[in-house]
């Protein structure tokens, strides 16, 4: 089994929602990364339209919602190159 992403525009930004054979420190790690410029699968343009980061849930469901003048494309494409997660 694997990590099923399900990816939603809101009005402050995006929505992604994790479920299936995921850990929260998965995607906590991906965030933290992300943050200290330690992962490629978003590029510099994309991260700094990003305002804010916010992991919540449990394993198995989690959620990351994500802050900022971002679309949903270009965060679909950043979760298919991370290496956390794949």
């Known amino acids: 089994m694997s990590i099923k992403k ?3 525009k809101t009005n402050s930004g995006v929505n992604i929602k994790f479920s ?3 850990a929260k420190d998965q995607i906590v790690t991906m965030v933290q990364n992300c943050s200290t410029g330690k992962c490629e699968c978003m590029s510099d343009e994309t991260k700094k339209k ?3 980061m ?4 449990e394993d198995g469901d989690v959620n990351l919602e994500l802050t900022g003048d971002i679309s949903k494309k270009e965060i679909e494409e950043a979760l298919k190159r991370s290496k956390v997660i794949n």
Do not use: A, C, H, L
């Not at 916010?54 to 849930?57: D, I, K, T, Y």
């Open 6 to 8: 399900e990816v939603n």
């Open 20 to 22: 299936g054979v995921v």
């Open 54 to 57: 916010q992991v919540s849930g």
């Open 50 to 52: 990003i305002d804010n």
